[in-house]
Each structure stands twice: as C-alpha cells, then as structure tokens.
C-alpha cells in the first residue's frame, strides 16, 4: 500500500509518498481501507514539529513515532480479526485516530473498541472523514452545559471545530453570535447563527452585550478579553485548554444526530491524494469556509456537488 509521510518537519513539501507493508488485521482489530481523511490543525502541527513538547514525544530532528498525518478518516472495512463482534467486512465506517494519526494511508487498523462507528447514510465518504475531529472536539466544549436560551458568542464559527459547535449550540437553544469573516455570514446564519460580526471590521471586546458562554474555536483568544464581555456567572471555553476526551459513544451520539438531521458537515474543497501538499497549502492560508477533504482512494465518487 502508499502512505504519505512528512520526512523531516517543514512546509506541506515535506509530505511525500512511499510503500509500505499492508496491515493485518488481528484479534479485535479492523483493517479499513481507507476512502477520505482530511486536513486539520492538528495535522499541520504534526508536519511543521513547532511545539517542543511535541518534538520531545515525536523526534527532535525528525518525525518517528507520528510520521503520517490524519487525524480523522472515513472507509470501508476490508477485513477484521477473529475477535471482532461489532463489525464486518464491507461496513462504511468513520474514525478518530487520535494521537496516533495514521489517515494519510490507503490502510489502517484500529480495535473494533477504538473511537470508530459506521457512518450515517447519509454521508458520503468526504463529509465522514470531516466529522470525528471537529464535532467531538466541539461536544466536548458545551456537553456539560444547559444552554437553551443564553447567549453565547463563537470565534472562529466558520473553521473545523466552530461551525459544529454553531450547530450544536443551535440545537441546544442557544441564542448564538458568531465571529467569522462577512463573506461566511450568510451560512453561519443557515445554520443558526443570529447575530454575525467581523473581527476584522470591529472589537467586538468593546461591544455593550454580554454573553454567558465565549467558544474560542480559534484557540488564540486571551482569558481576560473574554472577562471583558462575559456575564458574571458566564464561562469563557477555549480549544487550546481542552484535552482530548473522545469516545466511540460520543462518535455515535455525533453520528445519530448526522442521520437526524441535526448536524450538517460543510465541505470547503476537495484534493486528490496526490494533491495534499496543495491542500495543506489551502489549510494554512485560512481562505477557507468548513472542511478541507482529501481524497484517499480513487475508486470511488462522491455525490456531484463534491466532484
């Protein structure tokens, strides 16, 4: 099978195509064969090694444990170890590979206890490979929160993990703003966003309103400016002072919702396999409105309005 791996860490050039050994599935483990995975933050940390901690755990010099990116990946199981019960070959399935990456691959094993489900009908392999990664990370933030009716303030609503954090707000009865260029308003406002504002255009820190939940999609958003607008009792919820807490039942409560029509995945671009320099380019320039997709497998179509 191929892989693409970053052999040293740097620019998307660094990402290169190789062979290797096709994996076997043992004991309770699935083989998937892998259709779409897609191009994150996470994925693009991975490739530059600009966190030292992450260098310490990964290589000094190069990528070792964690050479190939993806985080998240959609697919159809291809076989599956004597142990498993939950799955069969030819199930659609979608994952989160967590730390161990490993998407960017045409093969993958996971254990059939890992954080992987099959995937709504109503997806196609492009819009599953986008939904692990960004929705759990967006559960996490608000599962513990009763939100009907507060007013909540979103930076970042557009991106990966903000756009379904919009939607699950929605759906909870939030009252929700949303900070994201004006050229998104008009399907954050779709998707349940009362109010738009442009950081670009205003400080919204100085606005009068005040809000009882700040989602800092972004992870760049300093605690005492959110202070500044926050009601009282209000609790301010960044992405970088989270740790990870996925689950396979927390993938199937994001799955459930998918098939009811409750949570939508928005596709920003497509690449080809061979085109993921290019896709990480696209992902670092921020010009992008939802999930960037890259296409693992060429033998299949998605549905037109992604081809």
Known sequence: MQIIKAHKYGGPEVLLREEKARPQARGKQLCIQIMASSVNQSDLHLRRGQNLLCRFKNGIIK???????????????????????????GDRVMAYSGAGFGGYAQFQCLNENEVIVKMPENLNYLEAA??????????????????????????????????????????????????????????????????????????????????????????????????RVLNPKGQFRSVSKMKSRASQAKLQKLADLVAAGKIQVFLDSVFLWEEVQKAHRKAESGEKAGHIALKISPNWNPKPHYS
């Open 130 to 227: 986008c939904l692990p990664y960004g929705a759990l990370t967006a559960l996490h933030l608000i599962e513990d929160l009763a939100l009907k009716d507060q007013k909540v303030l979103i930076c970042g609503a557009a991106g990966s993990v903000g756009n379904y954090a919009l939607q699950l707000c929605q759906n909870a009865g939030a009252e929700i703003t949303v900070v994201s260029r004006r050229n998104n308003h008009a399907w954050l406002k779709k998707l349940g966003a009362q109010k738009c504002l442009d950081y670009r255009e205003e400080n919204f820190w100085e606005s009068p309103q005040c809000y009882d939940l700040i989602i800092d999609a972004w992870g760049q958003i300093k605690a005492k400016d959110a202070q």
């Open 63 to 89: 990528p070792r444990r964690m050479a190939v990116p993806g985080l998240e990946f959609a697919g159809k199981v291809h076989s599956v170890g004597p142990q498993v019960t939950a799955f069969k070959a």
